[in-house]
């Protein structure tokens, strides 16, 4: 089946500094999404993408569909304290098929 | 409403026993999932509705877990003979087809 996998797991980064956390689909997707859980709370909805090398952005997130819609990656500019939380990933096929969750990449930010 | 509603927010039952948590997803949407979070961990699926169609099971991690749709709308979990294991937070999300997933606040469940 489907599978989705998000590299790091965890993600320490200095205040101030960027990084890229990325996602890898093993079958071609229809959609990408990103959402965002802060600790104690609830994954939210980020970003969606669907066309191939799509870029979007969200002030200091930057966000990439790959041209063979298998990949994707999340870059964070100048990480803040409220950047802490989980990201995930989200791969969709076909319409009527379900979204596959990535393991998701945990952020922590060293003030 | 608003949101999904997820009930109860939180659960204290005995090893054993058997418990029943509920979805209220948005109105509208087809899509109703159900995961499970550890402490720390990532969404461990569980199943997976969408419209009339049968729904994806492959999750369920036991025959123990069960789960219902009703109508198309409220979505029940069924959990038989509690194990400790089975502590975590259940989290229930809908969405229009494959359009963006809202996620409850969620079940915390506690196996005593």
């Known amino acids: 089946g489907q599978q989705v996998m998000q590299i790091p797991q965890y993600q320490h980064v200095q205040e101030g500094e960027d990084f890229t956390t990325y996602c890898n689909s093993s079958?071609?997707?229809?959609?990408i999404q990103w959402y965002k859980q802060r600790p104690g709370g609830h994954p939210v909805f980020l970003i969606q993408?669907?066309?191939?090398?799509e870029v979007k952005k969200q002030k200091r997130l930057t966000f990439q569909f790959g041209e063979a819609k298998k990949n994707s990656s999340l870059h964070i500019t100048a990480t803040q304290t409220t950047d802490v939380g989980t990201y995930f990933c989200?791969?969709?096929?076909?319409?009527?098929?379900?979204?596959?969750f990535g393991g998701g990449t945990r952020v922590l930010v060293k003030p | 409403g608003a949101g999904v509603s997820q009930s109860p927010s939180n659960k204290v039952t005995e090893k054993g026993k058997d418990v029943e948590l509920r979805c209220d997803p948005i109105?509208?949407?087809?899509?109703l999932y159900w995961y499970r979070q550890s402490l720390g961990q990532g969404l461990e699926f569980l199943i997976y509705?969408?419209?009339?169609?049968?729904?994806?099971k492959s999750g369920l991690p036991s025959d123990r877990f069960s789960a219902e749709r009703t109508g198309g709308s409220v979505s029940t979990l069924t959990i038989q003979r509690t194990q400790q294991e089975d502590s975590a937070v259940y989290l229930c999300?809908?969405?229009?087809?494959?359009?963006?997933?809202?996620f409850g606040q969620g079940t915390r469940l506690t196996v005593v």
């Open positions: 079958t071609t997707l229809s959609n």
């Open positions: 109105s509208g949407h087809t899509a």
């Open positions: 509705f969408q419209g009339n169609s049968a729904p994806d």
């Open positions: 993408l669907v066309k191939s090398g």
């Open positions: 999300a809908s969405s229009l087809w494959q359009g963006k997933a809202f």
């Open positions: 989200a791969g969709g096929k076909a319409a009527g098929n379900k979204l596959t």
